[in-house]
């Protein structure tokens, strides 16, 4: 059980081996993205009870263009069947859901999904279940460094006044404020590797690596990566006075 008084308040999770699920039972590997669809609903659900205020999803990376057509399309499809079934599940709970990515590089049908799944929990003031979804970090760095870039060249901006907060504030995460940076980051299938996610936000995450395939990954593996998570001391590159 995790210590509540040392709950992570923003966790990200990289959600690895839904493909190597599906293989090991001679499936699809459409079948383990559809198990790991229920997964992030068991794991949004005990986030929330446990107090967690923000769960960032890797759901789509700008990279995973490059699979299957196959698999893409029906990647692009989950999103319909998912919110359809859990939105009146979130609203109960009082979740809502939020994006970052390049929703405009989606298909037409995925985006109204998600943005209608954006619009009908505004107003809920709980737990933040975040999709990354065509997301891509360097993409978000290389946006944020444009954008500065065109201020400095139009006299707004000295480059001197760019600072480490300044770009920041011109990621996409910016818009969550003191939730922008994940504490925890969990990566499931024995993975350890970022993969272009949240690359300047995870400069002070504490990691957690399990070899449970997502589709696998319940409550009970959630509460042990938070009970590590509690177990750590974090020093942001300070001495702690213990020391």
């Not at 999803?57 to 989950?78: C, D, G, H, I």
């Not at 929703?103 to 943005?115: I, W």
Request: with cysteine; aromatic share 10%; glycine share 6%.
């Amino acid at each position: 059980m995790a210590d509540l008084s040392k709950v992570p308040a923003h966790v990200a999770l990289i959600m690895d081996g839904n493909g190597r699920w599906a293989k090991k039972r001679f499936l699809p590997r459409v079948a383990g993205h559809k198990k790991g669809v229920d997964t992030i609903k068991k794991i949004t659900k005990r986030a929330n009870q446990l107090g967690v205020k923000m769960l960032t999803v890797y759901a789509f990376s700008t990279e995973n263009w490059k699979r299957p057509e196959q698999e893409v399309s029906f990647l692009m499809k989950l999103p319909k069947e998912f919110f359809a079934k859990f939105v009146p599940e979130l609203l109960e709970q009082n979740v809502r859901v939020e994006t970052i990515g390049d929703l405009e590089g989606l298909p037409e049908a995925t985006r109204k999904v998600l943005k209608q799944a954006i619009a009908d929990t505004a107003h809920c003031t709980g737990l933040i279940l975040n999709f990354a979804i065509n997301y891509g970090s360097q993409d978000e760095l290389c946006h944020a460094v444009q954008t500065l870039a065109r201020q400095v060249t139009e006299g707004t901006l000295k480059p001197e006044e760019i600072t480490p907060d300044l770009i920041g504030q011109n990621l996409e995460t910016a818009k969550f404020g003191s939730l922008a940076n994940p504490d925890l980051i969990i990566r499931t299938s024995g993975e350890e590797r970022l993969s272009n996610f949240l690359l300047w936000q995870a400069a002070y995450s504490e990691f957690y690596f399990t070899e449970r395939l997502w589709p696998d990954f319940d409550e009970g593996d959630f509460d042990q990566a938070l009970a590590v998570y509690a177990s750590r001391q974090r020093r942001f590159g300070k001495v702690l006075d213990t020391e």
